[in-house]
């Protein structure tokens, strides 16, 4: 059965510019490229933590599919007032953090072809609480 999530994918405008943002502005770790037949590299697999990955592939964007609900891809932290801080010093526009009806902070941010990051910390009254290891 389902263990978790493995990873989100995004298609984006300019691959390089793009994990660019993931690497150095968020500090993703590059897990590994995909190269096609021509030995062109058309996509990168990002390490998020544990198991979890993010996954960007160059081409064209489109509008979303009629009826599509994705929102957003949420990144748990171990310090949201430390994280922000970092990634305010790294140049990105991320907003201050507050704590959600959940009881869980979270702050936000959008990449550079403008899907939404949530990042967020756990709290001892975060509702998730129970579920969590």
């Not at 978790?4 to 298609?11: M, Y």
Request: proline content about 2%; aromatic content about 12%; hydrophobic content about 40%.
């Amino acid at each position: 059965m389902i263990t978790g999530i493995a990873h989100a994918c995004f298609t984006v405008r300019d691959l390089k510019a793009a994990e660019a943002f993931y690497t150095d502005k968020l500090g993703l770790d590059s897990a590994f490229d995909f190269i096609n037949d021509k030995g062109e590299k058309f996509g990168v697999y990002l390490h998020a933590g544990a198991r979890t990955f993010i996954e960007l592939f160059q081409g064209e964007l489109a509008e979303p599919a009629k009826g599509q609900s994705f929102r957003h891809v949420c990144f748990e932290v171990d310090d949201i007032k430390a994280t922000v801080a970092e990634l305010r010093s790294r140049g990105v526009d991320v907003t201050d953090p507050k704590l959600g009806s959940d009881h869980s902070w979270q702050a936000w941010l959008s990449d550079v072809d403008g899907n939404r990051i949530e990042l967020h910390a756990y709290t001892a009254e975060s509702q998730q609480g129970p579920w969590l290891e």
